[in-house]
């Protein structure tokens, strides 16, 4: 009878869990071995048939009715010496010399009367109100006698003889049956590519990708060579949903280690593991709930070697990704999409293609950036005004009620610095941002479109289990399958939702009371500073607007990463407890708590500064108060410039942070994780998998949640306020730049490898980026219709044809009597608001009407000029499943034949407007060359 050589630890759960055929006592040369082993500390090796595997009377029944053998058959066929084991194991290889595709761990109680309780308690019938340990280990047995009728198991016990590591080769007919009950799609054969070419009549993709890609230029021009990583992207080929039936028809079907890339047998292992069973009871299979119920404590596969270079370890892929993208002064190398997701997995690249594309997209508009930033400063020191104003011996009216009078003057350099980002270049770059945030988006579809087409994930659409977390109170039957399923009533969840609302509420409330300190601290510290000095060129009293604006900034900043780390907390919390069905409900629910609280608490005092504060304060002798302080008020030099240091302290700053939270605690982690490693196992060297185990970190819950969030956040800081600070893009295209090389880095050496899953897009946070995109535009006219100080200097220079009197204007006098100052505010000298008021606001609102309008019309024009789908894209989709199904179905109908002709046509028509682009580029790089 055949059987697949098992290890399995010698303790008492493994042996009478899985206790099999009955040996009689151990021969005296494997006594001796087992001693040799014991005395290096390694593992006790004993072999049992796996249940149903390769065992025609042998069933998984069988090994449950036989829990109580007290022995189990010693293998001699298992790794052998230690050498041998040693060098099958640092090649990620079974016994049997069979890949590892997955690894299962668990821990086993840490008291040896726990372990006995345990082996006794499996060797009697269940029973209620067992403990925890003893339900998992049976939960465990049932696991693997049921996935044993499918895979390979090995176990074996780790060094600290607690951990059991679970060892899994998913066999390659297997994996065709369950790639085939998932629909995954596969290469076609060359021949059938070639075949298919010949009878369309040619090959669009290669005629439209040639002149569009990277890699023709890098060629081409020898100067852009060190962009190269020197990693090819995958060949393209037609692709087909695999049939078991049709093997022959697919690319490299007669070799079994080429045919499924590592991230597809990564991938179709695990639904593997969550189709098994592990209790007769409704909803008890998976590997996700065994997970969850901490019957196992990990699940993942391993990397396939060190991720530097180790004489002991071959690796492929690993090193080969750290080395040429994880590594920080790597930064300039283009990104191997195709080796990401070949290694990680469609949904972990996908982060990466749409991060490469957002970084390139920042590139224009942060020059552009850089061009309106030397504008101002190149011209800030000729403002008629800011002359004016300067050489003013202007007396303003005190800033508090125990004030002092002070000088205008005193303000000269602020108020010529706020020219820097406050003048006419700052509408034309707003303007541009807002079209930017908008094409952005559509360009990003197009690329999605593309991408999603190269790994055929077109027309992707997985049925989504239940989460392993989701709770029913009741069973009953689901209308469209007529299966029994749990049941959750929809009115408790929405008096759940209802509630988590009413926290998040209360979180706002809380942010809100946040800023209104930092307000207050604001007013406070101004106050303090300027009367901390009688002498009116004191830098304490000249600068005490800056100076506060700064201080509170920090003050915002800190308090910002504090209310976000309680609240991240928080939200996970509450959308546990609102017990979702699907993974998708789950994480948009997630976002959409994340992405409110978060905007809320990062821009509220943006918001404040850029539309609230010094909107109408009052005049002398009838001030508006705010808890016992004159309201707040924007300082001669307009609101903006605070904006500005608003912004660049808060953005910068968090995003300074966040690196140095990504880098800095990941690697202090793994050092001290080592550090104990080897002080624990120095005379051990440690497996592979225990390895990756002991000293890696475990993949986060929420995958790439909190990547994408920061970056949506980012995205908001560039797009929405960028009237206020034109360097905002720039900052964010650096701290992109090093992001992409952070992330990769903490993949290949900070995590354990992640389950490969499918995505086509990114989610949720699509919807979240159009959002925001659009309310970039309002937020931008706004700032300049409202903060900047631009057109009301337009508006009076209309007026009077001149900007000469413009500070008088801006500066009434005080109608207190008595009272000889100025104070800035654009009322007559009476204190009522004048005909110039009306006037300015009247401008402001007709600008912000027209500036929206034309956003939109623009952005309307470009969405319907550039559709989301390259019309090649929608071509080669129709004609992959067209040669798709002749390849797996055979000769052509006629309906077939007629459907081809049309497809020809489509052809002719595509490469005739791209034979004028093909021959432009043709004739640029024959250039290029006649000149090289």
């Given at each position: 009878m055949a059987a697949y050589p098992t290890l399995y630890p010698a303790v008492g759960e493994l042996n009478m869990a899985e206790g099999l055929d009955i040996e009689p006592a151990l021969e005296p040369s494997q006594q001796e071995e087992m001693e040799i082993r014991r005395e290096n500390n390694r593992h006790a090796v004993a072999e049992t048939e796996l249940p149903g595997y390769g065992a025609d009377n042998h069933t998984a029944a069988d090994s449950r009715n036989q829990i109580n053998d007290p022995t189990i058959r010693r293998s001699t066929e298992v790794y052998g010496n230690r050498e041998r084991k040693l060098q099958m194991a640092r090649k990620l290889l079974m016994s049997d010399g069979s890949r590892i595709d997955y690894v299962l761990v668990y821990q086993l109680p840490e008291l040896e009367a726990d372990r006995n309780k345990v082996e006794l308690a499996l060797k009697r019938a269940p029973v209620q109100d067992e403990d925890k340990a003893i339900k998992n280990a049976r939960k465990r047995v049932e696991f693997e006698a049921e996935l044993a009728k499918k895979c390979r198991i090995e176990k074996e016990m780790g060094v600290d003889k607690r951990t059991v590591y679970v060892k899994i080769h998913a066999p390659f007919k297997v994996l065709l049956q369950e790639a085939e009950a998932t629909r995954l799609k596969m290469p076609l054969s060359e021949e059938e590519?070639?075949?298919?070419?010949?009878?369309?009549?040619?090959?669009?993709?290669?005629?439209?990708?040639?002149?569009?890609?990277?890699?023709?230029?890098?060629?081409?021009?020898?100067?852009?060579?060190?962009v190269d990583t020197g990693i090819p992207d995958d060949p393209e080929y037609y692709s087909a949903t695999f049939r078991v039936d049709k093997l022959h028809e697919f690319r490299d079907c007669d070799n079994e280690e080429k045919f499924f890339s590592d991230s597809q047998r990564a991938l179709l292992t695990y639904s593997i593991l969550d189709s098994v069973r592990y209790a007769k009871k409704e909803g008890q299979i998976g590997i996700k709930r065994l997970i969850n119920n901490a019957t196992y404590t990990d699940?993942?596969?391993?990397?396939?070697?060190?991720?530097?270079?180790?004489?002991?370890?071959?690796?492929?892929?690993?090193?080969?990704l750290y080395d040429q993208w994880g590594k920080l002064f790597k930064f300039y190398r283009k990104q191997p999409h195709d080796l990401i997701r070949n290694y990680f997995g469609e949904k972990v690249a996908i982060y990466f293609v749409w991060l490469g594309y957002y970084t390139r997209a920042l590139i224009p508009v942060s020059i552009i950036g850089i061009l309106i930033f030397l504008y101002g400063l190149g011209t800030f020191q000729d403002q008629l005004d800011a002359k004016e104003l300067c050489s003013m011996?202007?007396?303003?009216?005190?800033?508090?009620?125990s004030c002092d009078t002070w000088f205008l003057q005193e303000s000269c350099t602020a108020y010529k610095f706020a020219w820097v980002f406050d003048n006419g270049a700052t509408i034309v770059f707003a303007f541009i941002m807002a079209i930017w945030a908008s094409v952005f988006l559509d360009f990003w579809k197009r690329t999605n479109a593309r991408v999603a087409y190269n790994w055929d994930l077109r027309d992707f659409d997985e049925e989504e289990p239940d989460r392993p977390q989701f709770k029913g109170v009741g069973t009953r039957k689901n209308p469209i399958t007529g299966e029994m399923e749990k049941y959750y009533p929809k009115s408790r969840r929405w008096m759940k939702v209802a509630g988590a609302v009413a926290v998040v509420v209360s979180m706002l409330a809380l942010v809100i009371m946040v800023l209104i300190s930092v307000i207050v601290y604001r007013l406070a510290v101004r106050v303090a500073l300027f009367k901390s000095s009688d002498d009116p060129n004191s830098s304490a009293r000249k600068n005490s607007g800056i100076a506060s604006a700064i201080t509170a900034s920090i003050l915002n900043l800190i308090?910002?990463?504090?209310?976000?780390?309680?609240?991240?907390?928080?939200?996970?919390?509450?959308?546990?407890?609102?017990?979702?069905?699907?993974?998708?409900?789950?994480?948009?629910?997630?976002?959409?708590?994340?992405?409110?609280?978060?905007?809320v608490n990062s821009y509220a005092s943006l918001f404040y500064v850029a539309f609230f504060k010094g909107q109408d304060p009052g005049y002398p002798g009838n001030y508006n108060t705010f808890f016992g302080y004159r309201q707040d008020e924007c300082p001669e030099y307009g609101c903006l410039l605070e904006l500005t240091i608003q912004l660049s302290i808060i953005m910068v700053g968090k995003q300074t942070i966040n690196n140095i939270q990504e880098v800095g605690i990941p690697l202090v982690k793994a050092w001290l994780?080592?550090?104990?490693?080897?002080?624990?196992h120095k005379e051990n060297k440690l497996l592979p998998w225990e390895d990756e185990f002991v000293n890696l970190e475990p993949?986060?819950?929420?995958?790439?949640?909190?990547?994408?969030?920061?970056?949506?956040?980012?995205?908001?800081?560039?797009?929405?306020?960028?009237?206020a600070f034109p360097l905002g893009p720039l900052f964010a295209l650096g701290n992109n730049i090093l992001e992409i090389r952070v992330d990769a880095g903490k993949l290949c050496n900070v995590y354990r490898r992640p389950p490969a899953t499918r995505a086509a897009n990114i989610g949720v946070w699509e919807g979240v980026l159009t959002f925001v995109s659009i309310f970039s535009v309002l937020t931008?006219?706004?700032?300049?219709?409202?903060?900047?100080?631009?057109?009301?200097?337009?508006?009076?220079?209309?007026?009077?044809?001149?900007?000469?009197?413009?500070?008088?204007?801006?500066?009434?006098?005080?109608?207190?009597?008595?009272?000889?100052?100025?104070?800035?505010?654009?009322?007559?000298?009476?204190?009522?608001?004048?005909?110039?008021?009306?006037?300015?606001w009247a401008t402001r609102l007709g600008f912000l009407l027209i500036f929206e309008h034309a956003v939109f019309i623009t952005k309307f024009i470009v969405q319907y000029i550039i559709p989301d789908v390259p019309a090649d894209i929608v071509l080669k989709t129709k004609r992959e499943a067209f040669l798709a199904k002749q390849a797996l179905e055979g000769k052509l109908s006629e309906p077939d034949k007629r459907k081809l002709e049309e497809l020809k046509e489509e052809t002719a028509e595509q490469n005739g407007g791209l034979t004028t682009q093909i021959a432009n580029a043709q004739s640029l790089a024959d250039d290029s060359d006649d000149d090289a």
């Open positions: 590519h070639n075949e298919r070419v010949e009878l369309l009549g040619m090959d669009l993709a290669t005629k439209t990708s040639k002149f569009c890609t990277a890699e023709y230029y890098i060629k081409k021009f020898k100067f852009l060579n060190f699940c993942f596969p391993l990397h396939d070697g060190p991720f530097e270079e180790d004489p002991e370890r071959e690796s492929r892929n690993r090193r080969l011996n202007m007396t303003m009216c005190p800033l508090c009620d308090s910002i990463l504090i209310l976000n780390m309680i609240y991240g907390k928080l939200a996970i919390v509450l959308t546990d407890w609102e017990n979702h069905r699907k993974e998708s409900a789950y994480e948009s629910a997630l976002a959409f708590k994340f992405f409110l609280f978060q905007f994780k080592k550090r104990k490693s080897s002080k624990t993949y986060p819950r929420l995958g790439m949640f909190y990547e994408y969030l920061e970056m949506i956040i980012q995205f908001g800081f560039v797009t929405l306020f960028v009237a931008n006219g706004l700032v300049i219709a409202i903060t900047s100080s631009y057109i009301t200097k337009k508006v009076y220079d209309d007026r009077f044809h001149t900007r000469s009197g413009y500070i008088n204007i801006t500066h009434p006098i005080s109608p207190e009597p008595g009272a000889v100052c100025h104070y800035a505010s654009l009322r007559d000298p009476d204190g009522h608001k004048g005909s110039f008021f009306y006037e300015v």
